[in-house]
C-alpha cells in the first residue's frame, strides 16, 4: 500500500507516464514504413491537384492504422500551398451522414458550421467551397463501419465529384471489420474499395521492440526487466498481434507495481495487468458491435441474468439459451424502442457474427429439445455487458432525438 506520502512523492516506477498511453502516437511508427508509404501514393495525386482513388484500409485492432493515417495526414498538413483540404473524421462519434457532413463543414467552414442547417444546406455549401478554387478534398472516415447510413454517406460524397467541375472527393476508409462490406450496397462497395491496403498484425518481435521504446522513456532506469517486455509481448502477439493491448499491459503492470509500492515490475504484475487488459478489451469491443447485434446481445444478457425460461437447461453454472426466445426478447426490445426488429435470418447472421467475436457460444441441441434448435451460452460476464450496452444503447436514443432537431 502506498501512503499519502508516497502517492504526493515522486513516482518510483514512471518517468513519464504519458508516453505509456495507448492514446499517445509516438514521432516514429516503426515496421510500418511499407504501409505509411502506401498511404502517401494514395493522397500523392490530390498534392497535385488530381482526385487520387478512393482507399480502403483494412486492419485488427491496435495494428496502427490510425496512427498512420494520422502520421499521413501531419505531413499533408505542413505542406505549404496546396489546394489539398483533409478531415479526419472519427466515426465513432460522427456516426451519421449528417454528422459527417457538419463535421467537415465545422473543420473547413467554421463560420458556416452554425446548429440548424439541414444536411441538403450542408451539402450545397461544401460543393461550392470545393469547387470555388478546384480544391481536393480527402475525408478520412476512420471505424466507418459505425456510420448507420454509410450507402447514403459514401453516395453524396462520390455526387460531389460528377457535381462539380473542378476540384474533387477522395475517401480514405479505415475498419477493423470486414464483414462490415456484406452490408454495403455493392456500388458503395466498389467506390469504397478502389484501392485496399491491409495492416498485418504484429509478431511478437515487433511488438516488444514497441514497448521497448515506450518502457525506455516511460519508466525509471531498472524498473522493468527484459524478460518482463518479453512476456508481454508474447501474449499480446498471441491475443492478437494488437499494440495497444500491449501498451496498456505495460502501463497497468507499472500501476500495479506502484500500488504495491514495489520499486520494479516482475512478472506477476505483467500477468494480472494481462488479465485486466483482456477484459477491458471485451468491453471495448462490445462498444463497436454494429447496433443490431448490440440488441441482441443485450437480449441474451439480459436472458442469462434472469435464468431464461428453460431453466431446466441451467446446470448450475452455465445459463443455456433458446434461439427462439433470445429473438422474442430482441423484437420485443426492438418494438419499445420503435426500431424495426430485422428478421430471422439477419438475426442468424448477428448470432454467427457474435459468436465469431467470441462473445457467445453456439451448439446445435440434438434431437429431443423441441426438434431442432440452436443453444445460445454468453461467454462473458451478463451483468457487466448489461451495464455496458445500457449505456451504450441508451446514448444512442439520445442521438437519434438530437438528429431530428438538427434536420
Ligand atoms: N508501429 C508502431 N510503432 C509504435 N507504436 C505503435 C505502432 N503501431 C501502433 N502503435 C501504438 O499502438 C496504439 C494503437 O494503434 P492505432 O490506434 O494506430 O491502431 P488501430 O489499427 O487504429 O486500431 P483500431 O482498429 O482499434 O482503431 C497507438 O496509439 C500507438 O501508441
Ligand atoms: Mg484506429
Known amino acids: 500500500m502506498q501512503t499519502l506520502n508516497d502517492l504526493l512523492g515522486e513516482s518510483k516506477i514512471f518517468m513519464n507516464r504519458e ?52 502520421y499521413v495526414i501531419d505531413e499533408i498538413k505542413n505542406i505549404p500551398n496546396t489546394r489539398a483540404k483533409i478531415s479526419y473524421i472519427n466515426c465513432r462519434i460522427y456516426n451519421s451522414r449528417f454528422k459527417v457532413l457538419a463535421k467537415i463543414t465545422s473543420d473547413h467552414l467554421p463560420t458556416y458550421a452554425k446548429r440548424g442547417y439541414g444536411a441538403v444546406d450542408l451539402y450545397e455549401r461544401l460543393r461550392n467551397w470545393i469547387e470555388e478554387d478546384s480544391k481536393i478534398f480527402v475525408a478520412v472516415l476512420d471505424e466507418i463501419d459505425m456510420v448507420r447510413d454509410l450507402d447514403d454517406l459514401i453516395y453524396t460524397l462520390t455526387r460531389i465529384n460528377s457535381d462539380i ?5 477522395s475517401m480514405i476508409g479505415i475498419s477493423n471489420r470486414v464483414s462490415f462490406k456484406e452490408d454495403l450496397d455493392p456500388r458503395s462497395l466498389s467506390t469504397l474499395y478502389e484501392t485496399e ?19 525506455n522513456t516511460g519508466f525509471k532506469k531498472g524498473v522493468i526487466s527484459d524478460d518482463v517486455l518479453h512476456y508481454i509481448a508474447a501474449h499480446a502477439a498471441k491475443e492478437g498481434g494488437d499494440a495497444r ?5 505495460l502501463s497497468k503492470a507499472g500501476e500495479l507495481t506502484e500500488d504495491k509500492n514495489a520499486s520494479s515490475v516482475t512478472l506477476k504484475e505483467a500477468q494480472e495487468a494481462a488479465k485486466v487488459a483482456e477484459d477491458d478489451a471485451v468491453y471495448d469491443l462490445i462498444g463497436t458491435l454494429p447496433e443490431h447485434q448490440k440488441l441482441v446481445l443485450y437480449s441474451i444478457a439480459l436472458l442469462t441474468q434472469s435464468g431464461g425460461t428453460y431453466k431446466k437447461l441451467t446446470d448450475g453454472v452455465d445459463t443455456y439459451l433458446f434461439s427462439g426466445e433470445i429473438y422474442n426478447r430482441y423484437n420485443s426490445i426492438c418494438g419499445s424502442m420503435k426500431k424495426e426488429s430485422k428478421s430471422e435470418r439477419w438475426y442468424r447472421k448477428y448470432l454467427s457474427e457474435l459468436e465469431m467475436q ?24 451478463a451483468r457487466k455487458t448489461r451495464d455496458v450496452l445500457e449505456k451504450d444503447i441508451f446514448g444512442m436514443l439520445e442521438e437519434k432525438n438530437e438528429e431530428k432537431e438538427a434536420n
Not at 502516437?25 to 502517401?40: A, D, H, M, S
Not at 482526385?51 to 496512427?67: A, H, Q, V
Not at 491496403?197 to 518502457?215: G, H, N, Q, S
Request: glycine share 10%.
Open 19 to 70: 508516453v505509456l498511453s495507448p492514446h499517445f502516437t509516438p514521432k516514429k511508427l516503426v515496421f510500418r514504413e511499407k504501409e505509411i508509404n502506401n498511404i502517401e501514393r494514395a493522397v500523392a495525386p490530390s498534392l497535385k491537384g488530381e482526385r487520387g482513388r478512393n482507399l480502403f484500409i483494412y486492419g485488427k485492432t491496435g495494428t496502427g492504422k490510425t496512427s498512420c493515417v494520422n
Open 358 to 381: 467470441g462473445l457467445i457460444a453456439a451448439f446445435e441441441s440434438g434431437k429431443g429439445i423441441r426438434g431442432h434448435t440452436k443453444l445460445v451460452k454468453l461467454l462473458v460476464p
Open 197 to 215: 491496403l491491409v495492416f498485418p498484425p504484429y509478431y511478437a518481435t515487433e511488438l516488444y521492440a514497441i514497448i521497448k521504446d515506450r518502457a
Open 165 to 169: 467541375k473542378a476540384g474533387g472527393v
Open 245 to 249: 493491448f500491449s501498451l496498456k499491459v
